[in-house]
């Protein structure tokens, strides 16, 4: 499957993760997609859904794809602005990039906000306390070189047909919300912050949080996959046994990088969980025998905990 990739990026965009979601979504019948946590929107674009509900608690996301959705974006204006905008960058050898941040963060424009996915240091999306954008550059003042551009343009113009192709809609809204607002045909596909990953303005999680979407989600009756991760070198997922152990769950592995270095390669089962079949489920109390049992090699018994973890490239 040839991976389409939105121009806004994240550190939790599931890119490496989307054939795998897509593959299990093709074989359920559903009349919408829902995501209560759209992000980038990568899982939903590649999906391909005709008929689609996405939203997110962060406006900036939500605005930046209703922008192209209304083509107050195209991709000729991305070029031009970026075009423009990459040329101030290199004359003042990137200094010009607090520029755009702090009007981003007065009036949130949604190209400025394009500008700074992509020049911003990793790609990653953080907000301080008051909501503001704060991750400092990455400190290549040549990065809107027209190589780079264009790739940033054909993707808009990508997220364009999509959604011209069928019917989107994108909601700034809390997941509550969006609960509270399923039809039983609905396929609710769920992305949430992992808990105590990281927390910033639009993207903290608590086990409270997680029980109430636990509890909306089977309230609705209708189907769904969550995303999560299953264990890693030094711990296991509880959540999965406990909150979600009426699940069916399947695993993967998949390398997660900090820098470029080789050590620093962090291997973790991702899992998804469904409370319908998914292609190589079981069940999470069969999981969790394998695990107790060590007939797998997923993860270290799990009374081997490490509290004080970091996870940098984790969303
Ligand atoms: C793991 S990311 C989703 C990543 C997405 N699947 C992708 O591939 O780009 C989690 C998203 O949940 C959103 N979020 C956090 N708390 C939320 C809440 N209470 N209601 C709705 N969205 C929330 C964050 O803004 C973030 O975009």
Avoid at 58 to 76: C, M, V
Avoid at 188 to 194: A, E, G, N, T, W
Avoid at 245 to 267: L, M, P, Q
Wanted: net charge neutral; charged share 25%.
């Amino acid at each position: 499957m040839k991976i389409f990739v939105p121009p806004i990026k994240s550190q939790g965009i599931k890119t490496k993760l989307v054939d795998w979601i897509s593959r299990n979504a093709s074989e359920m019948d559903f009349d919408r997609w829902v995501e209560p946590f759209m992000g980038t929107g990568v899982v939903a674009f590649n999906v391909r859904p005709k008929k689609a509900l996405l939203c997110d608690s962060n406006p900036h996301l939500i605005r930046f794809y209703q922008a192209i959705q209304e083509k107050e974006i195209t991709s000729g204006l991305v070029r031009q602005f970026l075009e423009k905008e990459g040329v101030k960058l290199l004359e003042t050898n990137g200094e010009y990039y607090y520029e755009v941040r702090n009007r981003f963060n007065s009036d949130g424009n949604p190209l400025d906000f394009l500008f700074l996915s992509r020049s911003c240091f990793n790609g990653m999306m953080r907000f301080n306390k008051k909501g503001g954008f704060n991750v400092p550059f990455c400190k290549k003042p040549n990065r809107f070189a027209q190589a780079l551009i264009t790739k940033i343009t054909n993707q808009v113009e990508n997220i364009l047909q999509i959604i011209e192709w069928g019917n989107f809609e994108f909601k700034h809204q809390d997941f509550r919300d969006t609960l509270s607002n399923l039809k039983n045909t609905d396929l609710v596909y769920c992305d949430p912050p992992y808990i105590g990953r990281h927390v910033d303005y639009f993207d903290s999680w608590s086990a409270e949080e997680e029980i109430l979407l636990n509890q909306g989600l089977v309230s609705s009756n209708c189907k769904f996959i969550l995303s999560t991760w299953l264990s890693n070198k030094y711990r296991t997922n509880d959540y999965i046994f406990s909150i979600w152990s009426d699940c069916n769950i399947a695993a993967k592995e998949h390398f997660y990088h900090v820098g470029g270095k080789e050590t620093n390669r962090n291997a973790v089962y991702e899992a998804i969980l469904s409370n319908v079949d998914l292609i190589n489920s079981i069940s999470t109390n069969e999981m969790y025998n394998r695990i107790e049992n060590e007939e797998s090699r997923l993860t270290q018994k799990t009374e081997k905990k490490v509290e004080q973890l970091e996870f940098q490239t984790w969303c």
